[in-house]
């Protein structure tokens, strides 16, 4: 089993910057991909960002594409996701996830979640 525990969010101005942290435990797989989710309010969970554990290839939703970027930390087993230029609509519950094979932006595709974490971004 794979636990993951989101950490970071927060209130931040609108352009203002926030890191989320996801640190894994359990067992991992080399070619696992994590992910980060959001789901504002009254909408379905997106897609936001994704990386393989093994490699250094990142995959971007659209609508965040330039302002975030995820990375990884191996040794740490931790996830991260850098979000800068925040805009009101980046206001979600943020979640990560992994994957044991392979990569995909479908919420369904993944096999582990942490519990969330807010982020609020005022205008």
């Known amino acids: 089993q794979v636990q993951l525990v989101e950490s970071g969010g927060g209130l931040v101005q609108a352009g203002g910057s926030l890191r989320l942290s996801c640190a894994a435990s359990?067992?991992?797989?080399?070619?696992?991909?994590m992910g980060w989710f959001r789901q504002r309010p009254g909408k379905e969970r997106e897609f936001v960002a994704a990386?393989?554990?093994?490699?250094?290839?990142?995959y971007y939703g659209d609508s965040v594409k330039g302002r975030f970027t995820i990375s990884r930390d191996n040794a740490k087993n931790t996830v991260y996701l850098q979000m800068n230029s925040l805009k009101p609509e980046d206001t979600a519950v943020y979640y990560c996830?992994?994957?044991?094979?392979?990569?995909?932006?479908?919420?369904?595709?993944?096999?582990?979640w942490g519990q969330g974490t807010q982020v609020t971004v005022s205008s």
């Open positions: 996830a992994g994957r044991r094979f392979g990569y995909s932006r479908d919420v369904g595709a993944y096999d582990y």
């Open positions: 359990g067992r991992t797989f080399s070619n696992s991909v």
């Open positions: 990386v393989r554990w093994s490699a250094d290839i990142t």
